[in-house]
């Protein structure tokens, strides 16, 4: 808990909280004690850059009555009392845990900045008695808790949050990314339940469609909405004004500052943004690795994705950064190459025209997927003769590498590691992810079919939310390759220090 006790500017709290992160992990509860309750001072709290992980939550009510669940407290600049003193007082609040409170005494800048005038003589909190406000709010960050923040205190009586529902996210950007709606509701209720306990009641709704309640229900006074939601905000008024009911006033929050040191994303989006914030997952670890390395053995990942995802791209990226590939696609040639067993058992199940070339001829894959396309029995039949063949050449590929004292990465590309269940060949999985509208122009562009027949190849596939509920992580192809690369190179490096304990080396171009 931070405790500020003088009066404080923006410059000013700005050093506070990158203080108070260097002590902190996690939730950072922030009292100003001098501060009047007003938007104003919900936006300054929120708009500050902080350290990336810091979750910073401005305190609605009495300081005291959360001193109890927090196990520490910096109190800043109490200037009447000496360092002793302050955590004397500070242990009055935290009963039971004498001497966790540390006094902190930061300079103002010289020459002093004047005050922030956070007052507001229109605005009184609990104005409106029944208040809505909508999003996503997908990994909720600075801009959604002003939102949320302004709203629990605009209202007096009822507080409706609208939270969008699946059938709504398909042109999010990396929209299998989205927390669920029970995880996204979860937050939303967990932040407002602990900045404002003794507020109003806090009535979550998902959302089927774009307007919500307050476009069907009359028993609403007010609607606070971002720059970005505002647009929606006007529909809702039209609707209202359509059923006869009168127009909401909207109160417009502003857009909240990106974090200190956040990578830029390839978006073309200035505030902080959930849409960001699910970029930047793109590399990083989304789940521990299914198993542990094994030394002097190699480190195996599964590269897969969807058709049209990028997966070769992101494969020869791998390869160029040190990686060996096994690329399974390749072996399956290999498996039907003539005098195989495979081969001949193929040519038993699906008859000689799969071979025009007569029973010691190549196998036209095109006759043979022609064949099992539309049928899914001979397409499990088909799976069941060729599948373990791919999977016994694959690892052959995997263990007959050189023998080097630097850490083994072998990347196992395959389209159907899922639906295979080559994953336990794997200590982790990498995905490539695309939106099914790119992949349909991709398949279209590349391949030549047509957007029917596209569409009707990703279906026979599994979903990318099928697929992520294995990735340890999730890559995407959709912008520049710069971006791209940045991505892998990001897994990559991650992968070498925290995986295998190794360094990136003059040969991964790094």
């Avoid at 500052?257 to 959930?274: H, V």
């Avoid at 195989?340 to 196998?363: S, V, W």
């Avoid at 997927?369 to 060729?386: C, E, K, P, W």
Wanted: proline share 9%; charged share 25%.
């Amino acid at each position: 808990l931070l405790l500020v006790t003088q009066a404080i500017t923006r410059h000013h709290l700005q050093r506070l909280l990158r203080l108070a992160g260097e002590r902190v992990r996690g939730r950072l509860y922030l009292c100003l004690e001098r501060a009047p309750l007003t938007p104003r001072t919900i936006s300054l709290c929120y708009s500050q850059p902080t350290r990336p992980g810091l979750d910073v939550r401005y305190l609605h009510s009495d300081w005291p009555k959360h001193a109890g669940r927090v196990c520490d407290l910096l109190m800043h600049d109490c200037p009447s009392l000496s360092p002793g003193q302050a955590v004397d007082l500070a242990n009055r609040y935290l009963a039971g845990r004498p001497g966790m409170a540390e006094a902190l005494t930061v300079e103002h800048p010289e020459p002093e900045e004047p005050e922030e005038d956070l007052a507001d003589p229109d605005w009184r909190p609990d104005q409106f008695a029944n208040v809505a406000l909508g999003g996503t709010f997908d990994r909720l960050h600075s801009g959604h808790k002003i939102l949320l923040a302004t709203g629990a205190l605009l209202a007096s009586r009822v507080l409706t949050i609208g939270i969008t529902g699946p059938g709504l996210l398909g042109n999010k950007v990396l929209p299998d990314l989205i927390q669920s709606y029970r995880e996204r509701a979860a937050a939303v209720v967990d932040f407002l339940a602990d900045t404002r306990p003794d507020g109003p009641v806090y009535h979550v709704t998902e959302l089927a469609e774009p307007l919500g309640p307050p476009a069907r229900q009359a028993d609403y006074q007010a609607l606070v909405a971002s720059p970005e939601t505002r647009s929606g905000c006007g529909r809702i008024n039209a609707a209202r004004t359509a059923a006869g009911w009168p127009e909401l006033p909207v109160h417009c929050v502003p857009f909240a500052q990106e974090e200190e040191g956040a990578t830029p994303a390839p978006i073309n989006e200035t505030k902080l943004s959930s849409s960001t914030g699910r970029y930047r997952l793109l590399g990083a670890p989304l789940r521990p690795p299914l198993r542990p390395p094994v030394p002097g053995r190699p480190y195996v990942l599964g590269l897969t994705g969807g058709s049209g995802s990028g997966k070769s791209s992101v494969g020869r990226r791998l390869a160029g950064l040190g990686a060996r590939v096994v690329d399974c696609d390749r072996l399956g040639h290999a498996a039907y190459a003539p005098g195989t067993a495979c081969h001949r058992r193929l040519l038993a199940e699906f008859g000689p025209e799969i071979a025009p070339d007569g029973p010691d001829g190549a196998i036209d894959r095109k006759a043979l997927g022609r064949r099992v396309f539309a049928d899914q029995s001979a397409r499990q039949r088909l799976n069941d003769i060729v599948w373990p063949e791919i999977r016994r050449l694959a690892l052959e590929a995997v263990h007959s590498g050189p023998q080097s004292a630097s850490p083994d990465v072998v990347v196992l590309d395959a389209a159907v590691l899922l639906e295979a269940e080559w994953q336990c060949l794997c200590h982790e999985v990498w995905l490539c992810l695309i939106p099914k509208r790119e992949a349909v122009k991709r398949l279209t562009e590349r391949d030549g079919l047509t957007e029917e027949a596209a569409q009707a190849r990703l279906a026979a596939q599994l979903t990318d939310a099928d697929r992520l509920s294995w990735a340890s992580v999730a890559l995407c192809t959709l912008w520049e390759p710069e971006a791209t690369q940045a991505q892998v190179e990001l897994a990559w490096k991650r992968l070498l220090r925290e995986r295998l304990g190794a360094t990136p080396g003059p040969q991964s171009n790094l």
